[in-house]
Nanobody, 124 residues
Framework: QVQLVESGGGPVQAGGSLRLSCAAS????????MGWFRQAPGTERLFVAA????????RYADAVKGRFTISRDNAKNTVYLQMNSLKPEDTAVYYC?????????????????WGQGTQVTVSS
């Protein structure tokens, strides 16, 4: 079992930046790939970014390419999502997820573990 806890969300003005963190605990010795998803009210949860355990492979949704950066510090069991040039349409609850098979995953159902989410609100 792996427990995931997101932090770093909050209100921000358009054009600003936030860094989300996702701390993992429990069975963290396995080689998990990690992903970030987001869900706006009344919509489905969508893929944002993913990273393999080594960090040498990443993938981003088109909507965030060039603005968001996913990274990880395995010594701290933490994955980050640096979000720059934020837009009002980035407003959502952001969730991190873990996949013990260490593949880049873009579909919700392919992740085994989920955090509770952190709210990001971007005002214009």
């Amino acid at each position: 079992q792996v427990q995931l806890v997101e932090s770093g969300g909050g209100p921000v003005q358009a054009g600003g930046s936030l860094r989300l963190s996702c701390a993992a605990s429990g069975r963290t010795s396995s080689w998990y790939s990690m992903g970030w998803f987001r869900q706006a009210p009344g919509t489905e949860r969508l893929f944002v970014a993913a990273i393999t355990w080594s960090g040498d492979n990443t993938r981003y949704a088109d909507a965030v390419k060039g603005r968001f950066t996913i990274s990880r510090d395995n010594a701290k069991n933490t994955v980050y999502l640096q979000m720059n040039s934020l837009k009002p349409e980035d407003t959502a609850v952001y969730y991190c997820a873990a996949d013990p098979r260490n593949y880049i995953r873009t579909i919700m159902g392919e992740y085994d573990y989920w955090g509770q989410g952190t709210q990001v609100t971007v005002s214009s």
